[in-house]
DNA sequence: AGTGAAAGATGTCCGAA
DNA sequence: TTCGGACATCTTTCACT
């Protein structure tokens, strides 16, 4: 992966629908190499998927909320990620540092909603001891990109 | 929007580049009328926009954490949102409930940038007076799928 | 790794219902 | 909103450097 690569990567993070012509335009490649790269890419997994970002809050997902998560014991720490991977409104589930085992982002369509979910399936009993939940007001920043490009060279 | 259109975000989260041919197919649509509904699901701004998913680690991003950050005074919020969004390693900054202002999500390439990175741009002198940490071992989910199609038709 | 050219697939625009 | 058809653009493959 050189610097090519990161420019690549970083264009069709704004813009996963720019053709193979205007992305080798912008760095001085021809239609083909462009193609040849972006596939190594895909095929070295730094490139996981192509994609489309949705505002979650015009699809009806109003609240945002970050649980903190206390395993009882550590042997059930499994059974909980698999458990949290059926939960659709989970976005996000990182074991972490700290006085608990699990930082959990959660989406929901309104309260009711979150406490439900929850109760129904996040504070799983006899697995998860204790939790704190974080409630988000609003996010002046929410998005996924990664730089890729190193800087140093012009890019405009 | 209709339950079809559920159907297209969630279907273009998972491949971006999906055909309109295809997607019609899922739906039972014409390429007209589902490009004429991408369309204006980008114009009204539930599709932000067509990107790819990067993986943060094989670009080097090793270490993830959260930080909590405590704000010295009210009026000091816009100008700390301002400085922050000017971080690319930063991915997330959400206004949060609970004893902390703001909870911050940072990329960093090791404990050294992540260290450097919190001191010269995050625990802003005069303006952030706590912080708090935490950082992530590992994620058992870590996607960014917003769930748009509502369940109860079969969607195979 | 890179190139250009040809062929097939796809996006886009149109008039009509 | 939806459709099908016509045309422009893009993706993909190939032979070659």
């Known amino acids: 992966m050189d610097h090519?690569?990161?420019k690549l990567l970083d264009m069709l993070q704004v813009d996963g629908r720019m053709s193979y012509a205007s992305l080798g335009k912008e760095i001085g490649l021809s239609v083909t190499a462009v193609k040849e790269r972006i596939d190594k890419l895909q095929r070295s997994g730094v490139l996981k998927n192509f994609?489309?970002?949705?505002?979650?809050a015009l699809v009806g997902y109003s609240v945002l909320a970050f649980v903190f998560i206390a395993i009882d014991r550590p042997e059930y720490?499994?059974?909980?990620?698999?458990?949290?991977l059926e939960v659709p409104e989970v976005q996000e589930c990182h074991h972490v540092t700290g006085g608990f085992n699990y930082l959990v982002k959660v989406m929901a369509n309104d309260m009711t909603h979150l406490e439900q979910l929850l109760l129904s399936r996040i504070k799983i009993p006899h697995i998860v001891s204790r939790s704190?939940?974080?409630?988000?007001?609003?996010?002046?920043?929410?998005?996924?990109?990664?730089?890729?490009?190193?800087n140093g060279s012009r890019d405009d």
């Not at 720490?77 to 949290?84: L, M, S, V």
């Open 77 to 84: 720490c499994e059974e909980f990620e698999n458990q949290i």
């Open 4 to 6: 090519l690569d990161g």
């Open 132 to 150: 704190e939940t974080t409630i988000v007001f609003s996010s002046s920043k929410n998005s996924s990109f990664v730089k890729c490009a190193r």
């Open 51 to 56: 994609s489309i970002e949705v505002d979650a």
